[in-house]
């Protein structure tokens, strides 16, 4: 459990016991600020200047860890200090209090504490003048701002640099913490954009790669053994390409090399012949105007996924390839033949599905895919948004 009474600061035992010995020493060889037939002096003690700077003094371990009762204390002993020879130490080191009330006190006593030393200024040199009748009376009211009201500004004065270079930091702090927020999640969008690339470019070459390997190793048939490593090659040399020119843009960073060109839906009809090479009986039917590049881009790689699942899934019959354009958003479908039980003729992960869902979300559309009946169809609609399609 934290202390009942925080420990004092140690700068603050070396300033009392600093102003304790100073007091004591302008006592010795009698420095006071007032003489004994002063009227204001009605304790006549030599010792009695000892007790109020004494007081003080005691003060000053407080000035951080109490500053309010500090100043308090050291009030009430300055007020003592009035009535007799005085000393300029316990002044000096009530001024201390003032300014530590104000820097290390509550905000409450940081805003007060100004405001009435500025008072008990214009009070104490307004009043004595004024009942006096003498200009000299103002000499009081200055006093009272040397002792209280100067410290007490400056003390505000030096606890507003602190807090605001105390914002400043925070708002370093905060600014870096949001850049850190905001380098993770672009690493992490760019990584998730990486790989659909990848699965999508790759993925669909080696399904077709795994699944005519098996018909030439599973049929006795040199004509289809020999089509068979014809599409393997082919697709073989294609996803290979593909593949190192991925790589050398990932390693050099991007370097001199040219980005690879975006497909567009105009290939959407090679897409289709690639897919019937590979055993599937593809139906087309694009009717669409120019969309934006983001949409074409999408919508072709939800078409290619679409069409290297049915390859890996589908059983025998039609696969049919629809988009078409309406209430500003473009409508994609693909449905194929699906028979629940049979097995995949090529491993799968399942990140294609999700791969397909993500870039639907990142356009602001709708995906969804399942078995319909006889028919495995996969939906989505991507809205045709303005602007520079680039």
């Known amino acids: 459990m934290p202390p009942a009474f925080p420990r004092p600061h140690r700068d603050d035992l070396r300033i009392a016991v600093g102003g304790l010995l100073g007091g004591v020493l302008l006592w010795g060889f009698g420095i006071h600020p007032r003489l004994a037939s002063d009227s204001v002096v009605l304790w006549h003690a030599s010792w009695a200047p000892l007790v109020p700077l004494a007081v003080t003094a005691a003060c000053e371990p407080l000035r951080r860890v109490r500053p309010r009762a500090g100043l308090l204390t050291g009030t009430a002993a300055l007020t003592l200090d ?19 009330a104000v820097l290390y006190g509550t905000p409450a006593s940081a805003r007060r504490i100004p405001w009435i030393t500025g008072m008990l200024t214009v009070v104490g040199g307004i009043v004595p003048a004024a009942l006096w009748r003498d200009p000299q009376g103002l000499l009081i009211g200055v006093g009272v701002g040397v002792v209280a009201l100067a410290p007490a500004a400056t003390g505000a004065l030096v606890r507003n640099h602190r807090d605001a270079a105390e914002a400043a930091r925070l708002r370093a702090e905060q600014t870096a913490l949001l850049a850190e927020v905001d380098r993770t999640q672009a690493v992490t969008a760019e990584r998730a954009r990486m790989a659909r690339e990848l699965h999508d470019m790759v993925a669909n070459h080696l399904s077709a790669i795994a699944i005519h390997s098996t018909a030439a190793l599973s049929l006795d048939d040199p004509r289809t053994s020999q089509e068979a490593l014809a599409v393997i090659r082919e697709n073989s040399v294609e996803g290979l390409a593909e593949m190192r020119r991925l790589i050398g843009i990932l390693r050099d960073g991007g370097g001199d090399r040219q980005p690879a060109a975006s497909p567009t839906l105009d290939g959407l009809g090679a897409l289709a012949g690639r897919a019937r090479a590979g055993g599937l009986d593809v139906t087309l039917d694009a009717g669409h105007g120019k969309v934006p590049a983001p949409v074409e881009l999408a919508a072709y790689r939800i078409v290619q996924e679409s069409l290297t699942n049915a390859l890996k899934h589908a059983a025998k019959g039609r696969v049919h390839v629809s988009l078409r354009q309406r209430d500003g958003g473009l409508e994609i479908s693909v449905t194929s033949p699906h028979r629940p039980g049979d097995g995949p003729r090529a491993p799968g992960s399942g990140s294609g599905l999700t791969g397909m869902r993500e870039r639907a979300a990142l356009l602001g559309g709708t995906f969804e895919a399942g078995p319909r009946g006889a028919v495995w169809a996969v939906r989505a609609t991507l809205p045709l948004t303005e602007g520079d399609p680039a």
């Open 82 to 100: 009035t009535v007799t020879l005085g000393s300029i130490v316990t002044v000096v080191l009530y001024t201390d209090l003032v300014y530590a």
